[in-house]
């Protein structure tokens, strides 16, 4: 079974640093690997999703990067903004998507 | 833009009750999903359809059912609300790449929280 691990848990940054989250992952055999947003009592929103033949993904300040073979995932978000506080999640897609715990970041201005 | 809307926000049920928590989405996707998420346990996976009338249990299926009928719409049904099925409940839907694999982001509603007394 996948067991998906985010490290740490929380974190808070003064405004313009930038913010490194973690993702593992126990099975390398996956097809992508999802990172989503999720603001308090709302649903998730995609940022970013990596095919298993990729090494990493860029969307604006964020970049995500790929080691299947080590089992990791990171998250980079460049001159983190106070908008940018939310729980970030990754989940890695074996056929279904499993989850980690997220990381829920606090930006302060 | 992708919308997946979950057609209540916020639910009141009493124990044994027969809930019903819809979902649409207009996008076309083949994938829909149904998760639940609890503080401390994370996202768990009820159930999941790749296609009408198809269903497949996911890692929490007990006490739960769905249904299927029209592509855009996948229903959650709570056969008899016990407390323990209060939480947020998750809306999901994605389109399918090859082998039935999920392959691209996967769009979620906004959330049903479902309270039962």
């Known amino acids: 079974k996948q067991e998906v691990t985010q490290i740490p848990a929380a974190l808070s940054v003064p405004e313009g640093e930038n913010l490194v989250l973690n993702c593992s992952f126990t099975?390398?055999?996956?097809?992508?690997l999802q990172w989503f947003r999720q603001d308090p009592g709302k649903g998730l929103t995609s940022l970013l999703l990596?095919?298993?033949?990729?090494r990493e993904q860029t969307s604006g300040r964020l970049n995500a990067s790929l080691d299947k073979s080590s089992g990791r995932s990171t998250l980079y978000i460049a001159a983190s903004q106070p908008g940018d506080s939310a729980t970030y999640l990754c989940a890695a897609n074996d056929y279904k998507l499993s989850f980690g715990a997220g990381t829920t970041v606090t930006v302060r201005a | 833009d992708v919308k997946v809307t979950q057609s209540s926000r916020y639910l009141v049920k009493r124990t044994g009750e027969k809930v019903f928590l819809e979902c649409v989405q207009d996008?076309?996707?083949?994938?829909m999903f149904w998760y639940r998420q609890d503080p401390g346990l994370g996202l768990r996976l009820i159930y999941f359809?790749?296609?009408?009338?198809?269903?497949e249990k996911g890692d929490i299926p007990e006490g739960y059912s769905v249904s299927r009928e029209k592509k855009e719409r996948f229903s959650l049904i709570l056969e008899s609300a016990s407390t323990n099925q209060t939480s947020m409940y998750l809306c999901?839907?994605?389109?399918?790449?090859?082998?039935?694999?999920?392959?691209?982001?996967?769009?979620f509603g906004n959330g049903t929280r479902l309270t039962v007394t």
């Open positions: 999901a839907s994605s389109s399918m790449g090859d082998r039935g694999v999920s392959n691209s982001p996967l769009h």
């Open positions: 099975d390398s055999a996956i097809y992508n």
């Open positions: 359809s790749y296609d009408v009338k198809m269903k």
């Open positions: 996008m076309d996707h083949e994938n």
């Open positions: 990596i095919q298993s033949s990729q």
